[in-house]
């Protein structure tokens, strides 16, 4: 299947062997060589993605913009009815500058009293890559 991403189509291929196209996150170790490897373009996307928005803002050293502010927003009044929207906020600025090949369809924050006690947000993030019909999903957690 071939994505559009930017002018480039991307096509997840096998017929130059078993060539892959990132690391598996989290990183764990692999069968066959030191670490688990994507071989879609949809998969390494997600591991991109599962990057991105794990990763906290100033985390980085030379990129101390990459990342989102969500382990902030844990810190702040989470039954307020704003909340929702910035986490939408925070995860949408980051993908538009650093994954600008992904296009969020839904994001669904999870702020039922048990998570609230626990201090922690569940969120389930719908998206496509590039101009495909396909979406697909992943789902993380924030823990304060």
């Known amino acids: 299947m071939a994505y559009e991403i930017g002018r480039k189509n991307v096509v997840d291929t096998t017929e130059f062997g078993d060539y892959g196209l990132g690391l598996k996150l989290p990183i764990e170790r692999g069968n066959r060589s030191y670490f688990d490897i994507n071989y879609t373009t949809i998969e390494q996307a997600k591991s991109n993605l599962r990057n991105l928005l794990q990763t906290r803002k100033g985390e980085r050293i030379i990129h101390s913009d990459f990342g989102t502010d969500l382990h902030k927003l844990m810190f702040e009044q989470i039954n307020d009815e704003n909340f929702s929207d910035r986490v939408f906020d925070s995860i949408d600025s980051a993908i538009k500058k ?14 039922s009293p048990e998570n609230i006690d626990r201090n922690r947000i569940d969120v389930t993030l719908e998206f496509k890559m590039g101009k495909t019909l396909e979406t697909d999903t992943i789902q993380f957690t924030i823990t304060g």
């Open 98 to 111: 650093w994954l600008p090949y992904i296009v969020i369809e839904n994001i669904d924050v999870d702020l």
